[in-house]
């Protein structure tokens, strides 16, 4: 079991009924958080790492200021304060997906392991300019050693479900594909220390209402999916997971109520 502890690292402000069409026409805060995991035997490790000042810089100049216009972006603590106000060094950091919201603070590890989805690399890799914008991809966030230092999820072993098996400490976690929003997403599956599991599921959703309501985001923010039917798929998917296993908790990156 593992002691996960959620935390936020800034935010984007956008229409709230954009995450949940059954929402209100009211700007709201989506929260950018990051999961740093303690697992048994020790060393600690990262669900993504949230927005850093890295993001504004790479968002200088065009074509990204686009991007900050449409979504404006406001930084909070950083991961790295984060981690050194608790004298933690993460030895690995799992990428769910290639959006700034999500790596804005890979450049402050230089030392960890870089986990993610070989799947989810190459829909962004050497995308640049107006090529990376479409893609909500910052290259200048990635690591000049970045292939040097990356694991591949699809190279690690996989379980009954589909799930690839990633050992942290004592303990093994699992990486579970959550195609849609991107090519290649990954949550991360573990069990809490003294509680239930946990599923950490990125932009697999955005607000968790919609696990019980069955409300969808706007029409317009669903064309930012790449590929919508397999997003409902995969919500579909985390309802009936939830609906076998009701002390599940799913925590999406934008309401983990940090």
Known sequence: MARIEILTAGHCTNLEVMAHRASPWRPAAF????????????????????????????????????????????????????????????????????????????????????????QAWEWVRGRRGLAGLRRGFLADLIPADFTDRVTFAEDLPQDGQGHFRLEAGDETLSLVPLPGHVPGQLGLLARRDGGPRVLLAADALWRRTSLEDGVLPHPLAM??????????????????????????????THDAGA
């Open 31 to 118: 929260a950018a958080a990051f999961a740093l995991i303690r697992p048994q035997g020790g060393g600690a490790l990262l669900f993504d790492c949230g927005y850093s000042r890295h993001v504004m810089a790479a968002m200088a100049g065009f074509p990204f200021q686009l991007y900050r216009r449409l979504l404006p972006i406001t930084l909070g603590r950083d991961a790295a304060a984060q981690m050194a106000e608790r004298k933690e060094t993460p030895t690995t950091i799992v990428i769910s997906h290639f959006h700034p919201d999500h790596i804005g603070g890979l450049p402050d590890f230089p030392q960890a392991r870089l986990v993610c989805s070989r």
């Open 223 to 252: 064309l930012v999916h790449h590929d919508r039917t397999a997003y409902l798929a995969t919500l579909d998917r985390l309802r009936a997971w939830k609906q076998a296993e009701p002390d599940l908790e799913i925590i999406p």
